[in-house]
């Protein structure tokens, strides 16, 4: 397993992490306890989780991602073996359950997150702790465009301030953000280094061949300000493994179960998915593997996220790590993307 460093910290985490999303709702405690094993046994230290978490968000599930998380630590006594991330949700996204739903990222709902974290994932400290998604309206969950909305919203400057109270007391040790955008990723960069606060070290954003939107304005912040990417969704949805092909809807699949998982389902993506899953089978490789190797050998990836709801789909997704794309594929890969560019943004 090869390790990257997470931004300009001492911390270096493996280039794939472990996803923890289905935990607690397509996944029970056991089969997240068997992923946890295999993903460490194959070299990976960094793990992924949110207090959303799981997915689709209910009030019934809420926090039980972390939970199990924290089982597993109080069982096996290996935290220190793992760079842990988590995150703390913003308003909207149908999660009104969460702090009566009127989520700020102030004092009051980051203190009240956190805590509430630590306690459910049995530790003394979070490594990286991301914002979800920003508190302001802007472009993110596949909103390509921006239109503006003059809003009231927590100023960055006391998001960070209250982030770095964390850091000082020891709850945490870095800061991250998510569904960010190249002003707001910037804004953050700037008013650390202006206030001497905690500078953000990843952004975790989506990226996949069906949506790289993240190369526009944000690559070259990741790189030039060594705040990379942490790139969820590499498979959108599963849709870049093939199992979807042709309308199949296979029983227990994410797309099959719930309604709301539309983002990468539209007429555009399903004709595009269907030529990257073709150029896959036309070289011999397995579909998810390619696409896969494809976000983890990019420039400004830190670490890849992958999430399984079996212990052969994590195997499979762990060995793309083995696969190096060839310049054929690459260029096919490359044909594709400008005749359908960015069709799931």
Avoid at 202 to 224: C, D, K
Avoid at 332 to 344: E, F, L, S, V
């Amino acid at each position: 397993m090869e390790y990257r460093q997470l931004g300009r910290t001492d911390l270096k985490v493996s280039r794939l992490c472990l996803g923890t999303m289905t935990w607690g709702e397509q996944n029970t405690e056991a089969q997240a306890f068997a992923q946890i094993e295999r993903a460490k046994a194959y070299g990976i230290n960094f793990m992924d989780a949110a207090e959303m978490y799981p997915v689709p968000p209910r009030a019934e599930t809420y926090g039980a991602t972390e939970s199990i998380i924290g089982n597993w630590f109080a069982k096996r006594g290996d935290r220190a073996d793992w760079i842990l991330a988590s995150k703390v949700a913003g308003p909207g996204n149908g999660i009104s359950h969460i702090r009566g739903g009127a989520l700020k990222h102030n004092r009051q709902h980051i203190t009240a997150a956190l805590d509430a974290s630590l306690e459910r994932l049995q530790t003394d400290w979070i490594d990286l702790y991301q914002l979800h998604w920003p508190e302001r309206s802007t472009n993110f969950f596949g909103q390509l465009g921006y239109q503006h909305q003059e809003q009231d919203f927590t100023p960055l400057r006391e998001t960070l301030e209250v982030l770095g109270e964390q850091v000082k007391a020891g709850k945490i040790r870095h800061i991250g953000l998510s569904n960010e955008t190249p002003w707001g990723t910037m804004k953050f960069l700037q008013l650390a280094e202006q206030l001497g606060l905690p500078r953000a070290v990843s952004i975790q954003n989506p990226y996949n061949l069906l949506n790289r939107t993240f190369e526009v304005g944000l690559a070259e912040v990741a790189i030039r300000e060594q705040c990379g990417l942490l790139a969820y969704s590499p498979m959108a949805f599963g849709m870049l493994s093939g199992k979807y092909e042709n309308g199949a809807r296979p029983a227990n699949a994410r797309i099959t179960l719930f309604s709301r998982f539309t983002r990468y389902t539209n007429p555009q993506s399903q004709a595009a998915c269907s030529r990257y899953v073709q150029l896959a089978r036309e070289h011999g490789l397995d579909p998810a593997q390619m696409a896969l190797a494809f976000v983890t050998a990019q420039p400004f990836v830190t670490s890849n996220i992958i999430g399984a709801t079996s212990l052969e789909q994590l195997e499979a997704n762990l060995r793309s790590t083995e696969l190096k794309l060839s310049e054929e594929v690459l260029e096919g890969i490359a044909a594709i993307h400008k005749d359908q560019p960015n069709p799931a943004p």
